[in-house]
């Protein structure tokens, strides 16, 4: 595990599953928000987003946590030698957006870029969600399958598959050690 792509609709816990298995791998983690969007929520511009993730994905390690865009989704997941895919019931991905949502108002969300506008990034967070679910949900999941044969794919699709990944990545980090 050196490229470890971490992917799934929105509110699904891809940013603290990257932020916490950064720290068990001591892999460099790269949240492409914080990337493609500047404190406060302004976007930065497509080419230099496209430019920044070329350099990441060059680099021999790293962790890289997000969607980004449709382009370089499909680079990132073909340069990673791990894919953890977040596939959760989108009840579940709708739970964990508004979750996010009502916490938001006490602390910023994990992952988001300083000072991000909580509504209108929620209100675009719920449009994602069922998008994300109708268009890129079926890609995903036909690619993880398609990649079981030469890349290692945690395919997660509950809490349950999730507590049993943290579970694994504790004995073969302490196994390493």
């Known amino acids: 595990m050196k490229k470890i792509a971490v992917f799934g609709n929105t509110g699904g816990g891809k940013s603290t ?3 916490r ?5 001591n892999l460099p983690l790269y949240v492409l928000d914080k990337i493609q969007y500047q404190p406060g929520g302004t976007k930065v511009s497509y080419e230099e987003y496209k430019g920044i993730h070329e350099q990441i994905i060059a680099k021999d390690q790293w962790i890289i946590d ?3 865009c449709l382009e370089t989704v499909w680079l990132r997941l073909a340069e990673a030698d791990t894919l953890v895919y977040i596939d959760l019931p989108l009840s579940l991905h709708f739970w964990f957006v508004s979750k996010r949502f009502v916490t938001g108002f006490f602390s910023p969300p994990q992952g988001w870029p300083e000072n ?3 509504v209108k990034s929620s209100i ?3 449009r994602t969600l069922w998008l994300c679910h ?3 949900t079926p890609k995903y999941r036909d ?3 398609k990649m079981r044969s030469t890349k290692t794919v945690y395919h997660l699709q509950s809490m349950r598959h999730i507590s049993e990944f943290w579970d694994l990545m504790q004995t073969e980090t302490k196994a390493l050690n």
């Open 143 to 145: 690619y993880v399958m």
């Open 17 to 19: 599953l990257s932020k």
């Open 21 to 25: 298995l950064s720290k068990i791998t």
């Open 66 to 68: 997000g969607f980004g």
């Open 116 to 118: 991000s506008p909580l």
């Open 134 to 136: 109708r268009r890129l």
């Open 124 to 126: 675009t967070s719920y």
